[in-house]
């Protein structure tokens, strides 16, 4: 289930008064905002949460700030909008830590009398995986999901941890039958989109920090079709999806992909590709069973194009969405002349090998590159210039025991540096003893300045992202605007 609450009940006496007599206060004497508490209850402690509940005679704002007090610049802020009753939630909260909060009522920005109460987060639950921060780690938060798949438990869980490695959020309300290949992504306001997992339950679902499934917004026959591996909500706010079709030829049938784009407000579906029309075409090869193996996909918004993994051919592929044509093929025996930095060409040996989290912004690819026949895995950028039909090398980096045959991801960090997120599963041999890892990378450099590393060789992780810390869990610790904000309304320690 999602995280529990702590229900803190406190009834407040508030109330805001404007003595609008010049003669009783003067003309620059301010309003004042009265406050008293009447008492406090406390309900079963959260592991991640509390929610206080506050009532309030009149009308006002409620300023809510939570102080960890073993690390003291930890203050979590919620503050609300003006009501008689509120009910205030503070999510990220670590946990089995003592807390003490203070409730500020607000009359427009005049402050009333504070309250504090002291409370305690519950105990963490024993299954969720442990990790260590190595180096000195940047603070926003990371949101991944996790399974322990070679123990032959696959509970499927969403995780959010700071840079230190302490989990901060977490939900395990997922179908028993879902797979790790789920894409999760983190959507702003508190809301997380996962979906995929190789299930009829796949669908997109948004979830938000308390839990709480909300609509979805799916196009009809969705609940029919297998997805997989990718669930991305594009910038103009449609949906992406992977999912498994039925491609043939003759009497000799295989598992291949389709393609959905929907509107999740209307459900209407603007585009659908089926990689049966590729088979058609000439373009993809007949095999059997999971012969293409689609893992990653994105859409170039600019070009009304789709760019997909597969990672069994070693391509990654272009697909005009509005003619329903495949227009390229990247990789070995593809449509691209591969070229190193220095313009010598590339072997055969240099192209991915299979191929997980990609990264796209319409001409630089990262690829997080398993290497399937190397025996090495590596991650590399490839620049690509549709005029020339070339795809130039612009770095690779890989290090000693590395090889992983499965999962792992790679994102732009904005800032010449990509975050790599090493996906291990202990019962695949490719590399035993190694764990699962989040770290970025400065290619130029071919520096890692620090890891959050799991703990547990049966830890396994697919993909990651990084969130700023300033959009998700209001924490002072990591964000500046939340120190500013407490300063101003006085409560800063």
Known sequence: MGPRSLLLWLSLTAGCTDLDSSATRGSDSPATCAVSVEGATAGEPGTHAVTVHTDLSAAAALAVACTRLDTPSEVHLVETAEAVEHAVTLFGLAADLAYDCTLLPLCGDTPGESATLALRTAPQPSEVPTLTANGAVEGPYFLFNHETPCTGQQPHRLFIVDAVGTLRWHHD????????????????????????????????????????????????????????????????????????????????????????????????????????QAVDAGLLPPGAGDVYHANWADVDLDRGWAVVSLCSQGWIVGIDLEAGELLWRLGAGGDFAGLDADGSPLDEDDWPQCQHGLAWDGQRLLVYDNGHQRGATRVLALDLDF???????????????????????????????????????????????????????????????????????????????????????????????????LATLGLAR
């Open 173 to 276: 309300d997922l179908p028993d039958d879902v797979s790790i290949g789920t894409a999760v992504q983190y959507l702003g306001d508190g809301r997380v989109l996962w979906g995929g997992g190789k299930s009829l339950q796949g669908t997109p679902h948004v979830i938000d920090l308390a839990g709480t499934v909300l609509d979805p917004g799916n196009f009809e026959g969705s609940e029919d079709l297998v997805f997989h591996h990718e669930a991305r909500m594009l910038d103009d706010g449609r949906v992406l999806t992977l999912a498994e079709s039925e491609n043939g030829r003759g009497d000799r049938t295989w598992t291949g992909f389709q393609i959905h784009v929907h509107d999740p407000a209307t459900g209407v579906v603007s585009h659908h590709y089926d990689s049966q």
């Open 387 to 485: 005029d020339s039909w070339t795809a130039t090398r612009a770095w690779r980096w890989t290090e000693a025991d590395f090889f992983e045959s499965a999962m792992g991801d790679v994102d732009d960090l904005g800032d010449g540096r990509v975050l790599v997120t090493r996906g291990h599963a202990e019962c695949l041999d490719t590399s035993p003893g190694q764990v699962s890892a989040v770290f970025p990378l400065d290619p130029a450099q071919g520096d890692v300045a620090w890891r959050l590393e799991f703990q547990s060789v049966q830890d396994t992780v697919y993909r990651s992202e990084r969130i700023d810390a300033c959009d998700v869990l209001a924490n002072a610790r990591f964000c500046p605007q939340v120190a500013d904000r």
